[in-house]
């Protein structure tokens, strides 16, 4: 809040500075570019070249994918802690349909991503029609989707016999670039378009802005809360249907490590042109700033717990500056 400053008539006066709202809007684009800047000082001729870049893209795709996902239910003021495992549950039912069952990669691959939005309705139920905290259901769902995945797999890799064609889905390239990458572009106009230009999104901010005056102005509230849920759900699938085919197999635990990576960018990106909100460019923007400094981290020859390291430091960060800048929002 600024105190009213009374001026001659006609004369213009320049609002304050206001720094916090400044750092709430851009301070994560800032890190980002700092982090590009220094690189590209230190490690010019490794990191500022045309193939490092399409391997930071490559190898943040998967992870923007399931982060997009997760933005839908933060955005409508809900959490899924299950994300990384229907990821990896998802690949391991792709690739046991087309091991055991002969299913084709598209029928397999459809029938994943169905058992994902399936995971993120029923999660959706539980915290609605239930009344169960997200954290609490969504990790007790996780809970019992691991269990399935071990039901199914026995903890043991499903490796394909002939991986070739499957493989092709992450390691095929159209003008130098892998797949992935226009997968996840493609992906994030699409969620882009659904939050901001569709009725279901502009619902879901509401809701996850106000679920009270939401509902009074006639909203169903329930219906919009588990939407975002299967969207999630559905995101995590394909992201786990996509990681098993970099190796032509799924490992039980394959997309488990995901949901840090997911959290931390989606709060990193609340810093991103917005005040303290989550939406789908500022969760891409926290996804490059992640790849970008564990791509330093290798470069400059650091050990792999720095990763880690970076990650936590990542993801408080972005949940101060974004809690910070609501608080400043609603003042």
């Given at each position: 809040m600024t105190a009213d400053v009374i001026t001659e008539p006609g004369r213009r006066t320049r609002a304050p500075f206001d720094g916090w709202g400044f750092v709430g809007k851009y301070g994560a684009l800032l890190v980002l570019a700092a982090l590009i800047i220094a690189m590209t000082v230190l490690h010019f001729h490794t990191f500022a070249t045309k193939s490092n870049a399409i391997n930071v893209l490559s190898q943040s795709a998967l992870t923007a994918i399931i982060a997009m996902g997760l933005t839908f239910p933060l955005v409508a003021g809900d959490f899924d802690l299950?994300?990384?495992?229907?990821?990896?549950?998802?690949?391991?039912i792709a690739c046991t349909l087309m091991v055991s069952d002969g299913f084709s990669i598209a029928t397999a691959f459809a029938v994943a991503v169905a058992f994902g939005a399936a995971v993120g309705a029923i999660n959706g139920l539980i915290v609605t029609k239930i009344g169960v905290n997200p954290l609490v259901a969504t990790l007790g769902v996780g809970t019992v989707v691991v269990g399935i995945n071990y039901a199914i797999a026995g903890g043991t890799p499903v490796a394909l016999t002939n991986p070739l064609p499957f493989l092709h889905l992450t390691l095929g390239k159209l003008l130098g670039v892998p797949y992935p990458v226009y997968v996840m572009f493609g992906l994030a106009l699409v969620l882009w378009l659904?939050?901001?230009?569709?009725?279901?999104g502009q619902s879901m901010q509401a809701v996850g802005g106000n679920p009270v005056a939401a509902r009074l102005s006639g909203l169903h509230v329930d219906r919009v809360r588990v939407t975002a849920f299967v969207i999630a759900?559905?995101?995590?699938?394909?992201?786990?249907?996509?990681?098993?085919?970099?190796?032509?197999?799924a490992a039980s635990d394959g997309a488990d490590g995901y949901l840090l990576t997911a959290f931390a960018a989606c709060f990193f990106g609340t810093a991103v042109l917005s005040n303290g909100q989550f939406h789908i460019v500022g969760t891409l923007v926290g996804v490059l700033t992640v790849g970008i400094?564990?791509?330093?981290?290798?470069?400059?020859g650091l050990a792999t717990y720095y990763q880690f390291l970076f990650q936590g430091a990542l993801l408080i960060?972005?949940?101060g500056v974004g809690t910070f800048a609501r608080r400043r929002a609603q003042a």
């Open positions: 299950s994300i990384g495992y229907t990821g990896s549950c998802s690949g391991v659904l939050l901001n230009r569709t009725v279901t759900g559905a995101c995590a699938a394909i992201a786990g249907v996509l990681l098993a085919s970099t190796s032509g197999q400094g564990f791509n330093a981290i290798a470069l400059i960060v972005g949940v």
